[in-house]
């Protein structure tokens, strides 16, 4: 008898099906709607790749090359989508070869599944083949992880999973399962996806007492300032955001993960806070009478020193995690609870105002570091060329529409500065872990994510290097990618500090590079390598308009830096223009 | 603020692993945790720690909310030692001949509370329960006469006006619950967090 037929003979008239573990991890994709997972087979997870194989037309499997590209790929897929991210691994080294992708997930709140095989049950803890404790390696770096080893459980864990993952403040989740549940037939009914979970809240409870308190504040305000993260996106919360401060008519301040939430040239956008921010939005945190945070978590290359930090401020904190609320900086009035639902209200109690004269004073910060840095970045006076006049380049030819995927160092900080943004979900990078090899893979995910759009990959010379056989991936699989290396022939941003900080002792940050136009021909990926200005824009338009992936490296100025800075352990306030004022 | 001893108690659902992302949330931040008791809380299916750590009440309470996070963490308090009963149990190995030569040791044990678990002809344990202080005193009354093994427990409390968890778990199992099982009850009684 054939496999098939014996299916459909244990299949009662119940309404219960007998199928396999890996089927029912399967069937739990496809009635989440994943359509696109990133993965890499191997010895313990055999079983699922083998179910897979029926559901090809269900859900299109990317080959990965490495399974840290998979987790990025997935991260990128999630940031581009606001969908959840997919990904299989093998147990043992497969397994392992997630963790920076988890970390990095956790730390930027990205909704990811990791599905991994474990040695069978009976196998546990002999360190067998492959055998990892991956519940205990990944707990740290995940919002939830389990591990099945009955495949009974499959669907309501399956079910937890992506519940847990894409609820409340998103975040990384694995499901550890062994083979034997992998292999193992069980009856079971229909999917049914996970509601409620009796000791996990999503989102607080909003209290409309500290909603009115919040907007007191805000109407009596004399320089209130508006700062906002990822939550905004993350709660897909871009309209009720942009009503909230266009009433209020309150400046507003992104951080590197709040981009692209509100357009770019929003005019009462001012700009990126931070560590390479914008110079106004840093030095007038500190005059304002009000803060209003909304869906970020002071991290502390956004707030500097944190005793120097706002001290003048009554600060108002909107967040969906509790434990956000004081972590870092102390709060007036908390308000928690999804964005969504807070603003509007919050909408509702403001009154409709201007501060022409204190948004002034963000437009003169803006007017100094105009003249002091960005003129020279965009508009350099000599041969060597910027990153900034490359990105600003890109910003003209896609018209603000792409999708930046940016990896870690200077160039991402230039892209940041400098790329503009027309909607939502469009600045995708590691923000928090600071993860170098980000960018390839997660561009690969975005292409998948978002593949009416595109994709640009902004990627240094050392970030590129850390993984680039995702490369493999790309020929095999053809997603649409356009990868625009900015060559320094450094590792920049280590090269700066070390420059400003540790008396120009260059150690170990001339890293060499392969011929990399060459590298992507091998890979079956056109390209070209662009040193001049005359053939800048023309070769950024080749990239952008070539029919597929295409890679463009461009050689820029060796030793430049990234400016504005607050250094480290500096104030927000004493953020430095130029080297001389470090 | 003022280092203190706190203890903190969690109501938890019963899943492997869940001591493990509760104890790294201490380790990650370097916190000692002085004693840990992991058991059956007064409600079917729902277990119950007991943590003592010596740190400033704003240490404590963003510990609390990072327990809180956890998904299978229902609920998190933390008592100072004047809100809670508690008790740690301790044993005490003795040699048996020396205690019976000895008239004075019979009146110490008594007046300490201990009671007699074990009597051979070797050795004889005790038993105390108490605070540390009352507990530890006794080692050092016992040490004279020959003390051979001592052992304490972690530390168990009751929150003193607390009314257990039936309640709340009932307004956990409901979709829509009450406002004070949801939030963070520390911020509604701390009256500096939200300054008007």
């Known amino acids: ?582 | 603020m003022q280092k203190q001893e706190y203890t903190i108690t969690v109501y938890t659902e019963n899943q492997i692993g869940l001591l493990n992302r509760i104890a790294i949330i201490f380790s990650r931040r370097k916190i000692n945790v002085e004693s840990l008791n992991t058991s059956p809380s007064e409600v079917d299916s729902v277990h119950r720690f007991n943590i003592v750590i010596t740190e400033t009440e704003e240490v404590v309470k963003k510990l609390c909310r990072q327990i809180e996070k956890q998904v299978e963490v229902l609920k998190a308090y933390y008592n100072t030692n004047d809100e809670i009963v508690w008790q740690e149990l301790a044993l005490y190995k003795v040699p048996t001949a020396k205690i019976a030569e000895e008239v004075k040791v019979e009146r110490l044990l008594r007046e300490h509370g201990a009671h007699t678990v074990v009597i051979r002809k070797d050795y004889t344990v005790f038993a105390v329960a108490g605070h540390r202080e009352e507990t530890d005193k006794l080692i050092r009354v016992l040490e004279p006469y020959g003390l051979i093994e001592f052992v304490r427990s972690a530390r168990v409390a009751i929150i003193k006006d607390s009314e257990g968890f039936h309640k709340k778990l009932k307004e956990f199992e409901n979709r829509e619950p009450s406002r004070q099982v949801i939030e963070n009850e520390y911020l509604d009684k701390n009256r500096e967090v939200f300054s008007m």
Request: charged residues 20%.
């Open chain 1, 1 to 582: 008898m054939q496999i098939a037929e014996i299916k459909k003979e244990q299949q009662g008239s119940t309404g219960l099906k007998n199928i396999s573990g890996s089927q029912a991890v399967l069937d739990a994709f496809v009635a989440e709607g994943v359509k696109t997972v990133f993965g890499y087979p191997g010895g313990a997870i055999m079983p699922i790749y083998d179910a897979l194989y029926d559901y090809h037309d269900r859900i299109n499997h990317i080959l990965v090359r490495h399974e840290q590209g998979a987790i990025h790929a997935a991260q990128g897929f999630a940031r581009a989508s606001g969908q959840v991210g997919v990904i299989f691994a093998t147990s043992g080294p497969g397994a392992t070869n997630l963790v920076t992708g988890l970390a990095d997930a956790m730390i930027d709140s990205t909704p990811v599944v990791c599905v991994t095989g474990q040695v069978f049950a009976h196998l546990l803890g002999t360190d067998a083949f492959q055998e990892t404790d991956v519940i205990n390696i990944t707990t740290p770096v995940t919002k939830w992880n389990y591990q099945v080893t009955d495949a009974s459980e499959i669907p309501s864990v399956m079910a937890k999973a992506f519940y847990i993952a894409k609820s409340g403040r998103p975040g990384p989740v694995l499901i550890d399962i062994t083979k034997n549940a992998q292999l193992q037939l069980f009856e079971t009914e229909e999917y049914q996806p996970c509601e409620h979970i009796r000791s996990y809240r999503p989102s607080p409870i909003v209290r409309k007492e500290y909603i009115v308190e919040a907007a007191k504040l805000i109407n009596a305000a004399e320089r209130p300032f508006v700062i906002f993260g990822q939550g905004v996106i993350l709660g897909n919360a871009e309209k009720e955001f942009i009503r909230f401060i266009e009433k209020a008519g309150i400046p507003a301040a992104w951080t590197i993960m709040g981009m692209s939430a509100i357009p770019t040239d929003h005019p009462l956008g001012v700009g990126m806070l931070g560590m390479h921010g914008n110079y106004g939005p840093n030095v007038l945190t500190n005059e304002c009478d009000v803060l209003i945070a909304v869906g970020m978590r002071f991290d502390d290359r956004v707030t500097g020193r944190l005793d120097k930090y706002a001290r003048q401020a009554k600060v108002i904190h909107l967040d969906i995690d509790p434990a956000e609320i004081d972590k870092n900086v102390k709060t007036t009035v908390p308000v928690w609870g999804d964005c969504k639902e807070t603003l509007p209200l919050l909408t509702s109690l403001v009154e409709k105002k201007l501060y022409p004269g204190w948004l002034q004073r963000f437009k003169d910060y803006q007017q100094k570091e105009e003249e002091k840095v960005i003129r020279e970045e965009l508009n350099p006076t000599n041969e060597i060329l910027t990153m900034g006049e490359v990105v600003q380049l890109l910003n003209e030819l896609t018209g603000g529409n792409a999708i930046i995927v940016t990896d870690v160092g200077q160039h991402q900080m230039v892209a940041c500065r400098y790329a503009k943004f027309n909607q939502s979900k469009s600045n995708i990078t590691s923000g928090g872990l600071g993860t170098m090899g980000y960018a390839l893979p997660a561009a690969i995910g975005a292409a998948y994510g978002a593949p009416h759009r595109t994709t640009v990959a902004i990627i240094g010379d050392g970030g590129f290097q850390m993984t680039l056989q995702e490369l493999g991936t790309i020929m095999q699989f053809r997603p649409n990618v356009k990868i625009l290396i900015l060559n320094n022939n450094f590792l920049g941003m280590v090269r700066q500090w070390q420059q400003l900080f540790h008396e120009k002792r260059y150690s170990f940050v001339d890293i060499q590079s392969p011929d990399f136009v060459q590298v992507a021909k091998g890979f079956g990926i056109p390209g070209q390598s662009v040193c001049e200005r005359k053939d800048l824009k023309g070769a950024i338009k080749t990239m952008l308009d070539h029919q597929g992936t295409y890679l463009l490296e461009v050689m820029v100025g060796k030793e430049n830096n990234v400016f504005p800075m607050v250094p480290q352990g500096r104030g927000v306030a004493e953020i430095v223009l130029c080297r001389e004022d470090v």
